[in-house]
């Protein structure tokens, strides 16, 4: 038998409580005090020996189980390992926090500072409000006299689901325990590539019908078509288009700290060849950033890229990205030691789970975007 000592009993029972916690639909002044307290008990402040192995202990002792009959398929159409809430145990904090960083690191459309990003408890509905101020103005009181009654900005709301995605790692029993820290960062890496690669998708071009609504199916069409076949000067027509697409968003929007242009790299490549009558390069390098028309360029895998065959409409955002909300909750890991074709082979199949939606908020219905995109195709 295992010896467990009591740090590792307390570590799995905090996780376990907080799991609980985060499932609730809503969560009373003390349960909030509650959970407060075991995140900051699991999550410690910096990386740390001890924090390692405590990572350590909730790895080797990661609740597994067999095949059973699940209320919560969880993305299975007959069987599936379901203990936990949403398939899983909940993973400490500062492991959650590293794969979300690495998700941001692939696709900026997954990044707290270039669009707004809510990390949830859990993956409950999420509504998020908004006001429509295309018009709102403040009204001139004079002394001793009272306001006349104001129309207030009509309101709006965007309910966020909580879509599930899994991503799936094995890796054999030997690999564990002989190279720890290997295994924790090989891992850290293949959830953030594998989350970000399938979740940016969606949050790019995402129907909204049983999945995440994408940022391009929110935009507005600026009504601007850029010809990349043109790779040598940007002629008159063509700077004119891109000030035409500079300018199909309001100068509110424009003057928002997370105003910018995104695109593939693709299409970057193809911005970077260009130059204007004066020989200048379209993009300019401002405090180390690339710029167009003094606003950031970001470069999302997720963004669709011109193509001849098969023809594919490449797409050039531009807006304010504080508008596009995504949320996604904490990560679930459950480490499968009795699966069919790895417990033959000696090995543990890890399954972890991550719910996530995400929608551009646009309170004037189209009137006045806060983000259009621009048709990329001769």
């Known amino acids: 038998m295992i010896a467990i000592d ?15 916690l985060s499932t609730q639909p809503e969560l009373s002044t003390r349960d909030r ?44 159409q007959t069987i599936a390992y379901s203990v936990g809430s949403s398939g899983g145990y ?10 979300i960083l690495g998700m941001a690191q692939y696709d900026p459309l997954l990044n707290e500072n270039i669009i707004t990003l809510k990390k949830t408890d859990g993956g409950n509905p999420l509504t998020i409000p908004a006001w429509d101020l295309s018009t709102f103005a403040a009204q001139l009181i004079s002394e001793g006299s009272q306001q006349t009654p104001q129309t207030p900005p009509p309101t709006s709301g965007r309910l966020l689901n909580g879509y599930i995605f899994r991503a799936s790692l094995d890796a054999s029993i030997e690999f564990e325990e002989d190279t720890f820290t290997d295994t924790m960062n090989l891992m850290r890496l293949a959830y953030s590539i594998g989350f970000s690669r399938s979740i940016g998708q969606y949050l790019a071009t995402g129907s909204g019908v049983n999945q995440p609504s994408g940022i391009l199916t929110g935009a507005t069409f600026s ?16 700077a004119d288009k891109f000030l035409a697409a500079y300018f199909s968003v309001n100068r509110i929007y424009r003057a928002s700290p997370k105003c910018a242009w995104v695109c593939s790299d693709e299409t970057y490549m193809w911005l970077r060849s260009l130059s204007d009558k004066q020989a200048r390069p379209l993009i300019n390098i401002v405090n180390d950033r690339e710029t167009i028309l003094g606003k950031p360029v970001f470069i999302s895998p997720s963004i669709p890229s011109y193509s001849t065959s098969p023809l594919v409409v490449g797409k050039l955002l531009f807006g304010d990205l504080s508008h596009f909300v995504a949320r996604i909750s904490p990560l679930s890991i459950q480490r499968r030691t009795q699966a069919p074709g790895y417990a033959e ?34």
């Open 6 to 20: 009591k740090s590792t009993i307390e570590l799995r029972n905090n996780i376990n409580e907080l799991e609980r």
């Open 33 to 76: 005090a509650r959970y407060d307290f075991l995140a900051a008990k699991v999550n410690p402040v910096a990386p740390s020996k001890k924090s390692t192995e405590e990572l350590r202990q909730w790895l080797n002792h990661l609740p597994s189980s067999n095949e059973i009959r699940s209320d919560i398929l969880a993305g299975s």
């Open 90 to 99: 909940l993973v400490p904090q500062e492991f959650n926090d590293q794969i």
């Open 223 to 238: 009504g601007v078509t850029l010809d990349q076949t043109i790779t040598t000067d940007v002629s008159d027509t063509l």
């Open 345 to 378: 082979n000696f090995k543990a199949l890890y399954v972890s789970l991550a719910r996530c939606d995400g929608a551009l908020i646009d309170p004037t219905d189209g009137n006045y975007p806060p983000v259009t995109y621009t048709n990329i195709n001769p």
